[in-house]
């Protein structure tokens, strides 16, 4: 083969290698707001993962294209561990303006990219009439406030829930969302709602919050979820989830008072209210679950499938086995308990082992729970296991539904001789052993005395005996007095909150501490926050939900608690609060705000 032959070749394979790159990283997306208003000039971008040869662009018939197609590219290379990453984008952006009010499709653009055709999603965008000074403007009007003028339409929270009629057992998902025309610099005074009736979990907890527009009444907003929860109602009738309260720190511009000229849009200043914003507490119509319930019912609400199975079907005595039975489908599936299951005679049985793979849904927990039912056979034969039943109450079909699994069957063969758990089938106290012979049947019988003597005289009817009666009667007013002394004292409710204000913080800050070990940031200072202010609840006799700054204050004062510790209890209130938010360099530091809460608390209980 000549020199020429291989250059041809390498320059070949080299290209070869191109294009399988430019294919395996090749893409075709499209960006466009999802909500716009009618007079609002808005961009749709489509952007190609590699060098398009050709671009097809949609009809665009319901909309006036102000301005593009316009082409930009970008490139970028990335060397990570000694491997080069190169990538290169071609953007095609289209300026529009809406036509109508409605609800209007962007059709799919195509583009070839290394010989192949990509294609991108059809885009649905909502018109709305919007507001008429945001014309033009799709950053709001925020920049237009002047100070005081913010008004509850230009921000909000807003609780909602997937489902506003349930039945006990059934889930459903609480989505806190905030809504704003205005730029927003920060958060105060966060607090969030308590779900009573409710078995609660946090499903979605963004550290970074997202803002995406959406609409509420015809009108354009920058909406962010602040916290997503999984509810279970545990209890019937109409339950009530709290308001949320929250402090925001809103940006507006300062008012000259005077005239205004063409070059103050240029160097205005800005200043930062405060504006307190209530999500409104919401309503739950909780309905009791249909009488007429199996034997084997234990609480599943949803849809769900069965099936067991035998780790294995043929073993000796002694050995261990497990039945595993999977429980699958959707809705209360982590409050399902394990099936009672009825097992032969002879068998060891040991805790059950739970293992679970769910995710949250809007329809509660879906995936699969396993339970794993240990057993050690002590005896040999042939043995036939459940049926396995398990009922749940169906929501769809809005009755009982009772699943069974198929019998098993398992051999059991004898122990093994040797074992170290042979000897296990034997009877509790016996060893496995010959008799052996001990002599003659009869054993000489022994003349003259006996050499017994006297035993002790009867307890019963002695000094010893009445003196005993005497001391357990007086043992029993002793501890009657001290018993509804101890009743009395447990009458006082806030009394009692008070004493055990200090073991419950401590074992809060217990929790606080662990999770300080494992450096989860957010999660330290929000158990931290929830520790102290669970001990101004306790200690201070207030409700969770009057635990305001100005409340804690004047209690603190009433109860004669200095002004240096009432000071510290705020400060270290707000340092928590503002943990959740505050940029990476000017986050608190951890043990310094724990060692802080101990000494203060230790302080307070002096």
Partial sequence: MTINCIKKLLLLSGAMLISFAISAQASFTVDVPRVVGLDENFRLVFTAGGEPSSFNPPQLKDFDVLAGPSTSTMTSTQIINGKRTDSYQVSYTYILQAKSVGTFSIPAASAVIGGKTYHSNPVSVEVVKGDSHNSGNTSGSSSNKGAGTISSDDIFMKMSVSKGKVVKGEGLMATLKLYTKVPIGGFENVKFPTFNGFWSQEVDTPSNIEFTRETVNGKIYNAAVLRRYMLIPQQTGTLVIDPSEMTCLVQVRASSGGSRSMFDDFFDSYQTIKRKITAPSIHVSVSPLPSGAPASFAGGVGEFRLSAKLTKDTINAN????????????????????????????????????????????????????????????????????????????????????????????????????????????????????????????????????????????????????????????????????????????????????????????????????????????????????????????????????????????????????????????????????????????????????????????????
Avoid: W
Avoid at 370 to 385: N, S
Avoid at 388 to 404: E, M, N, P, Q, R
Avoid at 510 to 528: C, D, G, I, R, W
């Fill in 319 to 606: 050995e261990a086995v497990s039945l595993e039975v999977s429980i699958s489908g959707s809705g209360n599936l982590n409050l399902v308990e394990a099936p009672k299951i009825t097992f032969p005679a002879d068998f060891e049985v040991y805790d059950t082992k739970i293992s679970d793979n769910t995710s949250k849904s809007g329809r509660g927990t879906s995936g699969t729970k396993v339970f794993e039912y240990p057993l050690i056979p002590r005896g040999a034969g042939v043995f036939e296991l459940g049926p396995v039943v398990f009922s749940y109450y169906d929501i769809g079909a809005k009755k009982y539904k009772t699943l069974t699994s198929e019998k098993l069957t398992l051999r059991v063969g004898q122990a093994v001789e040797g074992s170290e758990n042979s000897s296990a089938s034997l009877p509790m106290g016996v060893n496995k052993q010959s008799v052996k012979s001990i002599g003659n049947d009869v054993r000489y019988i022994r003349s003259g005395l006996s050499g017994l003597v006297r035993g002790n005289s009867f307890f019963f009817g002695s000094v010893t005996f009445f003196a005993l009666i005497v001391l357990i009667i007086a043992s029993y007013f002793l501890i009657d007095k001290f018993l509804s002394k101890r009743i009395e004292r447990n009458r006082d409710i806030a009394g009692v909150k008070n004493r055990r204000a200090n073991k419950v913080a401590r074992a809060r800050l217990k929790n606080a501490e662990s999770l300080m070990k494992q450096n989860l940031y957010s999660a330290f200072f929000e158990e931290l926050h929830r520790a102290i202010l669970g001990y101004c609840s306790d200690k201070l006799n207030l409700s969770l939900a009057d635990l305001s700054r100005e409340k804690i204050a004047s209690s603190l004062e009433e109860k004669s608690v200095s002004k240096e510790h009432s000071e510290e209890l705020l400060a270290l209130i707000e340092v928590c609060e503002y943990a959740r938010y505050a940029p990476d360099q000017d986050k608190p530091e951890m043990g310094e705000n724990y060692q802080r809460a101990i000494k203060l608390i230790s302080d307070l209980e002096v």
